[in-house]
């Protein structure tokens, strides 16, 4: 392969839904740009893409997939994407090095929720779309109905810069309105036979063909300007439009193929090699520092890794962009990540598992290196004298969590280890090791997507693995105030341990005045506060305590162990061993002794009294609530709000958006432990959803009690 400059770059995101032919329209334009001699299939497990055991296994895509094609003098990258929502992350991987999207869709479904999804992030990204109507040729293919779709959810923009002659299995031929030719194929696809345009097709097609003059003309001036005198424009005058309309987003072209066919693809690799913005069209990315960077090939050398896979016999891969510079095999640079310095022995160009050594890569080029010493996913390694840094990857937010823990105990530390490193292969994959519930947390985007990380444990790395339910983070709290005094005495020769507290505990909310008395039964407590401590929790909340002691009943150096015995409790809440929270104390007596009391008495005592007082203060136990949005499908709509209040969910509102209904809801964190599988089965996979924290708030009677006496169990027996 000969070495491209940056103007000779192109790096385009291969997107779409599950079950849209991404990989086999990847397995075709490689084909056509000879890369491959036949094209793979996903029956025979013999892909470009998916050529990991686990793709193989379930017959989905799983990773990404970088390859490199060479057209027409052109360098076009491509990273396929899987389809499923579980595998998201790699979209958003994909984005952030790319410079367009290309979203294929099964013209027999048209736009479904995953693409909607897709077209979502790349707006978040402001990265331009081309739509490839992709299985033109199936049973229930309808090209006009999936154009008003795309126009209904996306707008004018839409222009077709084709249109089938006929949808549907009888679909061999297309009319290209930017060329205003007839393309045409033979049963086995391939090269087409382009002719003029049939008397019977004009109309539509010069139609359709001014529409698109038009689009492309509003994006330039001059182009405008020529276009109002001569009503026409060059072909490379319309490309130019038409460009500088991707790159503002005025423009969502769409093009048709058939990828199994092999229909339109190559007339599509040309499209993607004239038309789509080179790497030095788009806007320069900034570092962390704000510094905007240009893909300048004499520019200071910088190079982003994007994706880290460990691949079969080969090991560690890691792939990169080249922000900067000229990246030459054999350099040195420091990696300003990690604060280490790495050597790139190799660097590779990647098509899919093959790699093929490179002597330089130029700015905006993508490769490979191998086994490399210290290179993690997002880091960025610069020359001598540069510290640039670039973080603009930012993933979804889990929304699938299972604790794991290894069938063998011995083998814990194993599986750490091997969680940090899978998480670095796909940063969508989270670990937490959770204190407070004391469980290892891993969070994905679905069942499918954590179902795939328990395959690679168990059948590449041998590690057998459970997955339990996450326990849930609950909070304890109290909703009216309380007494209560305790003695710790403790006398087995010499000396001994004693310490006694009195303290009153309430309920604390923000802005609320200072204690000054209380009244319980026929006892009045009249307070004056010596001195208040404010102590946030980690968890959430706050505990404030109040020194209101009189007359030395209590030494002020004991206050600061009476505390941690407090802390004790709201760490271990009394209730169900949960953190307790928004409590506040008031320490009002107490009694020590001249010899036997210290600080672990003092500790004990106030441990205990706390835990008396807020068992007789009406606790309550608080649940996490999480805002859930919903993308459905209107013919299920139905279906999922029930499920929804079936969960103990409130609708909170329903709206419409592009054509697909979105239900927002609050809903406990204890019910949502399967619901992606769940509105998976509802909607026969063509919904999507996001939750996120809202607030805490108080369980419902029932499930207090059903807490209480699991808790009371569990317990016993220990």
Same mark, same amino acid.
């Given at each position: 392969?000969?070495?491209?400059?940056?103007?000779?770059?192109?790096?385009?995101?291969?997107?779409?839904?599950?079950?849209?032919?991404k990989?086999?329209?990847?397995?075709?334009?490689?084909?056509?740009?000879?890369?491959? #001699?036949?094209?793979?299939?996903?029956?025979a497990?013999?892909?470009?893409?998916?050529?990991?055991?686990?793709?193989?296994?379930?017959?989905?895509s799983?990773?990404?997939?970088?390859?490199?094609?060479?057209?027409?003098?052109?360098?076009?990258?491509?990273?396929?994407?899987?389809?499923?929502d579980?595998?998201?992350?790699?979209?958003?991987?994909?984005?952030g090095?790319?410079d367009?999207?290309?979203?294929?869709?099964?013209?027999?479904?048209?736009?479904?929720?995953?693409?909607?999804?897709?077209?979502r992030?790349?707006?978040?990204?402001?990265?331009?779309?081309?739509?490839?109507?992709?299985?033109?040729?199936?049973?229930?293919?309808?090209?006009?109905?999936?154009?008003?779709?795309?126009?209904?959810?996306?707008?004018?923009?839409?222009?077709?810069?084709? *249109?089938?002659?006929?949808?549907?299995?009888?679909?061999?031929a297309?009319?290209?309105?930017?060329?205003?030719?007839?393309?045409?194929?033979?049963p086995?696809?391939?090269?087409?036979t382009?002719?003029?345009?049939?008397?019977?097709?004009?109309?539509?097609?010069?139609?359709l063909?001014?529409?698109?003059?038009?689009?492309?003309?509003?994006?330039?001036?001059?182009?405008?300007?020529?276009?109002?005198?001569?009503?026409?424009?060059?072909?490379?005058? $319309?490309?130019?439009?038409?460009?500088k309309?991707?790159?503002?987003?005025?423009?969502?072209?769409?093009?048709?193929?058939?990828?199994a066919?092999?229909m339109?693809?190559?007339?599509? $690799?040309?499209?993607?090699?004239?038309?789509?913005?080179?790497?030095? /069209?788009?806007?320069?990315?900034?570092?962390?520092?704000?510094i905007?960077?240009?893909p300048?090939?004499?520019?200071?050398l910088s190079v982003?890794?994007?994706?880290?896979?460990?691949?079969?016999?080969?090991?560690?891969?890691? *792939?990169?962009?080249?922000?900067?510079?000229?990246?030459?095999? @054999?350099? /040195?640079?420091?990696?300003?990540?990690?604060?280490?310095?790495?050597?790139?022995a190799?660097?590779?160009?990647?098509?899919?598992?093959?790699?093929?050594?490179?002597?330089?890569?130029?700015?905006?080029?993508?490769?490979?290196?191998?086994?490399?010493?210290?290179?993690?996913?997002?880091?960025?390694?610069?020359?001598?004298?540069?510290?640039?840094?670039?973080?603009?990857?930012?993933?979804?937010?889990?929304?699938?969590?299972?604790?794991?823990?290894?069938?063998?105990?011995?083998?814990?530390?194993?599986?750490n280890?091997?969680?940090?490193r899978?998480?670095?292969? /796909?940063?969508?994959?989270?670990?937490?090791?959770?204190?407070?519930?004391?469980?290892?947390?891993?969070?994905?985007?679905g069942?499918?997507?954590?179902?795939?990380? #328990?395959?690679?444990?168990?059948?590449?790395?041998?590690?057998?693995?459970?997955?339990?339910?996450? #326990?849930?983070? *609950?909070?304890?709290?109290?909703?009216?105030?309380?007494?209560?005094?305790?003695?710790?005495?403790?006398?087995s020769?010499?000396?001994?341990?004693?310490?006694?507290?009195?303290?009153?505990?309430?309920?604390?909310?923000?802005?609320?005045?200072?204690? /000054?008395?209380?009244?319980?039964?026929?006892?009045?407590?009249?307070?004056?506060?010596?001195?208040?401590?404010?102590?946030?929790?980690?968890w959430? @909340?706050k505990?404030?305590?109040?020194?209101?002691?009189?007359? @030395?009943?209590?030494?002020?150096r004991?206050?600061?162990a009476?505390?941690?015995?407090?802390?004790?409790?709201?760490?271990?809440?009394?209730?169900?061993?949960s953190y307790?929270?928004?409590?506040?104390?008031?320490?009002?007596?107490?009694?020590?002794?001249?010899?036997d009391s210290?600080?672990?008495?003092?500790?004990?005592?106030?441990?205990?009294?706390?835990?008396?007082?807020?068992?007789?203060?009406?606790?309550?136990?608080?649940?996490?609530?999480?805002?859930?949005?919903?993308?459905?499908?209107s013919?299920?709509?139905?279906?999922? $709000?029930?499920?929804?209040?079936?969960?103990?969910?409130?609708?909170m509102?329903?709206?419409?958006?592009?054509?697909?209904?979105?239900?927002?809801? #609050?809903?406990?964190?204890?019910?949502?432990?399967?619901?992606?599988?769940?509105?998976?089965?509802?909607?026969?996979?063509?919904?999507s959803?996001?939750?996120?924290?809202?607030?805490?708030?108080?369980?419902?009677?029932?499930?207090?009690?059903?807490?209480?006496k699991?808790?009371?169990?569990?317990?016993?027996?220990d």
């Amino acid at each position: 392969m000969r070495i491209y400059n940056t103007n000779e770059i192109k790096n385009i995101a291969l997107l779409g839904s599950k079950g849209s032919g991404k990989t086999t329209l990847a397995e075709s334009m490689i084909f056509e740009c000879g890369v491959t #001699k036949r094209r793979g299939t996903i029956e025979a497990g013999n892909t470009v893409s998916d050529y990991f055991p686990v793709e193989k296994e379930y017959g989905y895509s799983v990773f990404s997939t970088v390859f490199n094609a060479e057209f027409n003098n052109k360098k076009l990258n491509i990273i396929d994407c899987p389809g499923a929502d579980d595998f998201v992350g790699n979209a958003y991987t994909a984005l952030g090095v790319t410079d367009i999207g290309v979203i294929a869709i099964d013209a027999e479904y048209g736009v479904e929720v995953g693409t909607q999804n897709i077209f979502r992030t790349t707006a978040k990204l402001k990265k331009p779309v081309i739509f490839a109507l992709n299985k033109i040729d199936g049973e229930k293919a309808d090209y006009d109905n999936v154009m008003e779709q795309l126009r209904e959810d996306f707008g004018q923009k839409v222009i077709a810069i084709q *249109y089938p002659l006929q949808s549907g299995p009888g679909f061999n031929a297309l009319i290209d309105v930017l060329l205003m030719k007839k393309y045409e194929w033979g049963p086995d696809g391939g090269v087409p036979t382009i002719s003029e345009i049939p008397e019977d097709q004009l109309e539509k097609a010069n139609e359709l063909h001014h529409a698109l003059v038009e689009a492309a003309a509003e994006n330039d001036e001059s182009l405008m300007e020529k276009y109002f005198e001569s009503g026409k424009l060059t072909e490379d005058e $319309m490309r130019n439009g038409i460009r500088k309309g991707l790159i503002d987003r005025s423009i969502l072209p769409v093009i048709v193929v058939s990828a199994a066919k092999d229909m339109g693809v190559r007339r599509m $690799m040309e499209f993607l090699g004239n038309v789509c913005p080179f790497v030095d /069209d788009m806007p320069a990315p900034e570092t962390t520092d704000g510094i905007e960077v240009k893909p300048d090939s004499n520019g200071p050398l910088s190079v982003f890794f994007f994706k880290t896979s460990v691949e079969p016999h080969i090991g560690e891969v890691s *792939y990169f962009k080249v922000m900067s510079g000229t990246l030459k095999a @054999g350099v /040195d640079l420091d990696n300003v990540s990690r604060g280490s310095k790495e050597r790139l022995a190799q660097i590779f160009t990647v098509c899919g598992q093959l790699r093929t050594p490179i002597d330089e890569l130029k700015a905006g080029d993508i490769g490979a290196a191998v086994k490399l010493k210290d290179v993690r996913t997002g880091n960025t390694l610069d020359e001598k004298g540069i510290e640039w840094q670039f973080d603009f990857i930012k993933y979804p937010a889990p929304r699938y969590v299972r604790a794991i823990r290894p069938v063998n105990e011995a083998d814990a530390e194993k599986l750490n280890g091997l969680l940090t490193r899978m998480h670095e292969e /796909d940063p969508t994959w989270v670990v937490e090791q959770s204190k407070e519930l004391k469980q290892t947390l891993v969070k994905g985007q679905g069942e499918f997507h954590l179902r795939t990380l #328990k395959w690679r444990l168990e059948n590449n790395e041998k590690l057998a693995v459970n997955f339990e339910e996450q #326990k849930i983070p *609950y909070r304890e709290t109290i909703t009216a105030a309380a007494r209560a005094d305790y003695r710790h005495k403790k006398q087995s020769g010499g000396s001994g341990q004693f310490g006694e507290v009195h303290l009153i505990i309430e309920p604390y909310t923000e802005g609320m005045p200072e204690p /000054d008395g209380y009244k319980f039964g026929n006892q009045e407590f009249k307070l004056k506060i010596r001195d208040k401590q404010e102590l946030p929790l980690e968890w959430g @909340g706050k505990l404030l305590v109040y020194n209101c002691t009189v007359g @030395g009943s209590i030494d002020d150096r004991f206050i600061p162990a009476i505390i941690k015995g407090l802390m004790d409790r709201m760490e271990q809440g009394p209730l169900t061993g949960s953190y307790a929270r928004d409590v506040r104390v008031m320490i009002y007596d107490g009694k020590m002794h001249p010899v036997d009391s210290n600080e672990i008495s003092f500790r004990l005592a106030g441990r205990n009294a706390f835990s008396e007082a807020f068992r007789n203060a009406k606790p309550k136990i608080l649940e996490p609530i999480y805002d859930v949005e919903v993308l459905v499908p209107s013919d299920a709509m139905g279906d999922v $709000m029930s499920d929804l209040q079936g969960r103990r969910g409130i609708i909170m509102g329903m709206s419409s958006e592009n054509g697909i209904e979105k239900i927002s809801a #609050k809903v406990p964190l204890k019910e949502m432990a399967s619901y992606a599988t769940s509105l998976s089965s509802i909607t026969g996979g063509r919904s999507s959803f996001s939750m996120e924290f809202s607030s805490y708030e108080l369980v419902p009677g029932d499930v207090q009690e059903k807490l209480l006496k699991e808790y009371a169990e569990s317990h016993t027996e220990d």
